[in-house]
């Protein structure tokens, strides 16, 4: 108990420090896929993938069948995803930054199941799966 007492100002400084390091994991950002969750969405075929990346980044590798709408076109294009309404969709950008805000616009059109790529392409790549140009 001394213990306690005499060190009290450590312990909370330990305490904040944890709780710093924890709250962006605690955080609802939308529901995130990891790479094997994806993997395994895809491989079951009945999943659309939109890439929100510009075209230039796109034209450079995406992720295999994928959709490219820009992610500030989104809204006025959000009209093509319309038949993709009923599948699950996977929304990947680079980083899975822009992936966010447009799940977040795609869950107000009415999608149900839209899910962001933890990670991005760029966690993608960096396991070494497949992309095509």
């Known amino acids: 108990m001394k213990f306690i007492v005499d060190n009290i100002f450590l312990i909370g400084i330990a305490l904040v420090a944890g709780g710093a390091l924890l709250f962006p994991s605690l955080q609802r950002r939308g529901s995130t896929l990891s790479l094997l969750q994806a993997t395994q969405l895809i491989n079951k075929g009945r999943t659309t993938i939109l890439d929100v990346r510009e075209p230039a980044e796109f034209a450079s590798g995406h992720l295999r069948d994928a959709?490219?709408?820009?992610?500030?076109?989104?809204?006025?294009?959000?009209?093509?995803?319309?038949?993709?309404?009923?599948?699950?969709?996977?929304?990947?950008?680079?980083?899975?930054?822009?992936?966010?805000?447009?799940?977040?616009?795609?869950?107000?059109?009415?999608?149900?199941?839209?899910?962001?790529?933890?990670?991005?392409?760029?966690?993608?790549?960096?396991?070494?799966?497949?992309?095509?140009?």
């Open 67 to 133: 959709k490219n709408i820009p992610l500030v076109e989104l809204p006025n294009r959000i009209g093509e995803l319309e038949k993709s309404k009923a599948k699950p969709l996977i929304v990947v950008c680079q980083t899975g930054t822009r992936s966010a805000k447009a799940e977040a616009q795609l869950k107000k059109a009415g999608f149900a199941e839209v899910s962001c790529l933890g990670g991005g392409l760029a966690a993608w790549q960096a396991q070494g799966l497949p992309t095509v140009k």
